[in-house]
């Protein structure tokens, strides 16, 4: 993992929106990115690009994924503050926007809102149930679309015009599965959400842990903006499984305790990325120790929190304790600004045909591990691969990102995760 280049002042053109639901019509449509808008002559230094590139953000400020929100803006934010006081030939407009959840539907007017402003590219939406529904709009309108956290394996070669930062959820099924089996546990519950999300990676862990030898002896699904549980707890402590994954957003906070009360070891819980928070602030009426989750992404520099919250704090927020999918959100905007700078263009099609060279995914690039220095690159007329804080963010065929990582955490006695792998 390389180390991050310490913050700067952040000059950020930001306007941030909190917006209740209105009607939105999502049309299907394509969209094929062009082929080599700006090709330059190898060796040969391109003229300097002078660059506007409004960018758009939506992410969580409500819903049940809220607790993500903040660390993933502040990763925009802090990828954004550096980029513009690189002034190396582009600037970034940022324009702020809550995507909510299903419940709430706030992203069907802040999608609306974004579109309005003109941007061409976007980092969002968190969930995968929510891009889903805004996807074809974005492509329609132009908009390159960069998640830093969409895992739904679903997601895997959709669009040209649609990437993401975070792996397959085939990745993290596998390593959590695999980790249940490890620490002995023969027999495993679990509770998933209806969703993409939740369909998907409970399928993952129960395909590895099956492949290890151990047996799912109960599974309940709930939907989103269910209140009640009970039922669910029910199947699954009836069948006295060693242990039980719980695949849900913040819906954990309710789930474990009537666990718990149900006579489940609530050190024997697995939790995935969507629920992986520290507790120890939540005053849950269980014990976590020793329960176990994953999240993907590299191990982070000692200071990066820090950074995340000096630029946080200077726009006015609280201070964020979490960094879940924040290093995934500053790698998704700096890959954004670079692929805009080696294309010349900040046309949505044209970003989204230069995404896979400034990874390294394409082309044969020189590494580089800020946008600074990979913008020198690119200036001077070479080839940049961005070498990222979530790992090498190498975009594949598929636009989804090879050889990323997957960490595993655990809770100690004060309900707060640690990793260990």
């Known amino acids: 993992m390389n180390a991050m280049k310490g913050s700067r002042p952040a000059r950020i053109f930001a306007a941030a929106a909190m917006v209740s639901a209105s009607a939105l019509i999502i049309a299907g449509c394509s969209s094929t990115p062009a082929e080599n808008p700006s090709d330059k002559p190898a060796g040969e230094k391109p003229a300097a690009a002078d660059l506007t590139l409004k960018l758009g953000s939506l992410l969580p400020v409500s819903g049940q994924l809220a607790f993500l929100g903040a660390p993933m803006e502040a990763g925009v934010a802090l990828a954004v503050s550096q980029i513009n006081e690189a002034d190396a030939g582009v600037q970034v407009e940022l324009t702020n926007a809550d995507e909510g959840d299903l419940d709430n539907k706030a992203y069907e007017t802040s999608i609306t809102k974004l579109q309005s402003a003109g941007i061409t590219a976007m980092i969002g939406a968190a969930s995968s149930s929510v891009s889903k529904l805004i996807l074809d709009s974005n492509v329609g309108a132009g908009i390159v679309t960069v998640s830093p956290s969409n895992t739904s394996a679903d997601f895997t070669g959709l ?145 990066f929190l820090e950074q995340l919250n000096e630029v946080w704090t200077e726009a006015g927020n609280d201070k964020i304790n979490d960094v879940t999918y924040s290093a995934e959100a500053y790698d998704a905007t700096i890959l954004v600004a670079l692929a805009a700078l080696e294309a010349r263009s900040v046309e949505g099609k044209d970003i989204a045909s230069k995404m896979r060279e400034v990874s390294g995914g394409e082309g044969d690039g020189e590494k580089c591990t800020t946008f600074e220095e990979c913008a020198k690159i690119i200036n001077d007329g070479g080839t940049a691969d961005y070498e990222g804080l979530s790992g090498s963010v190498t975009f594949d065929e598929n636009n989804d990102p090879k050889g990323a990582a997957i960490g595993v955490y655990e809770y100690g006695a004060d309900n707060n995760n640690t990793r260990i792998k």
């Open 159 to 303: 669009s040209p015009m649609y990437f993401r930062t975070a792996p397959s959820d085939n990745l993290q099924g596998e390593v959590l599965g695999n980790q249940i089996a490890e620490d002995g546990n023969t027999t495993l519950g679990i509770i998933y959400q209806n969703d993409p999300y939740g369909t998907g990676l409970a399928e993952a862990i129960k395909n590895t842990f099956e492949s290890a030898g151990g047996k799912v002896v109960a599974e309940a699904s709930y939907n989103q903006g269910d209140g009640q549980y009970n039922a669910q707890v029910q199947t699954v402590s009836a069948a006295k499984p060693d242990a039980v994954a719980i695949v849900s957003y913040e819906q954990f906070k309710t789930i474990a305790p009537l666990l718990g009360n149900a006579g489940v070891d609530t050190g024997k819980l697995y939790l995935v990325d969507g629920n992986l928070s520290n507790y120890g602030k939540d005053n849950l009426p269980i014990k976590l120790e020793g329960s176990k989750g994953t999240r993907a992404g590299a191990e982070l520099p000692d200071d």
